[in-house]
């Protein structure tokens, strides 16, 4: 008997546990069609009610943490089709929030892989920066169906990248693996100031008001 109410609760919990896990959603999910796709001439643009939903999911993450964030999610040509300021955010973590959704255009890879490239360079930030290129983590592709869509920018706590990698991932499904974190180099004579490589997946949170 026993043995029977244990194989029972076992496929429960494998029942529970494959209900949690999102689907994969295909691209005609997520973009406009019909009149909508004609006015605007595009068949790959990003609906609002999906990037409403990514946002909502991205301030679920943050209320479960405890911290408050900015998030923008733009399109492929980097207009903005949804954004939401949690209470408790300054003018930096907005722009900054936004800078790292813009900075994922150039090249369809999270804002993360910037970062680490001027860590290991760190002279080239001040391009970077002069190109509009904010490198630092909290920047997404949104890629459906191997198509770029746009970008969630994510700023405001420590756990930026992360808050966007959930979003996606409970609305769109499973995500690539987040970009690592890489140990800074050591100072050199003539280096401009360090940023630092930031929380990774799992740290706990760090302050609000982080970028």
Request: charged content about 15%.
């Amino acid at each position: 008997m026993k043995s029977v109410v244990s194989a029972l609760a076992m496929l429960a919990l494998a029942a529970g546990a494959q209900a949690q896990t999102p689907k994969a959603k295909h691209l005609d999910d997520v973009v406009a069609h019909g009149a909508a796709a004609e006015k605007a001439l595009e068949h790959n643009a990003l609906l609002g009610s999906v990037a409403e939903e990514i946002s909502h999911a991205c301030e679920k993450y943050a209320a479960d943490h405890n911290i408050s964030v900015s998030i923008f999610i733009v399109d492929q040509y980097g207009q903005i089709v949804h954004s939401h300021r949690m209470d408790g955010q300054i003018a930096n973590n907005i722009e900054t929030a936004l800078m790292k959704a813009k900075t994922v255009l150039w090249d369809h890879q999270p804002s993360h892989v910037r970062m680490n490239q001027n860590i290991n360079n760190p002279f080239t930030e001040f391009r970077s920066i002069e190109m509009g290129i904010f490198p630092n983590k909290g920047g997404l592709p949104i890629i459906v169906d191997k198509q770029f869509l746009g970008a969630i920018g994510v700023g405001g706590s420590g756990l930026d990248e992360e808050c966007a990698d959930y979003a996606l991932t409970q609305v769109l499904g499973p995500q690539p693996p987040l970009t690592p974190n890489i140990p800074a180099r050591p100072p050199l004579m003539g280096d401009p100031p360090q940023r630092g490589g930031g929380a990774g997946r799992g740290a706990g949170a760090a302050p609000q008001n982080g970028r």
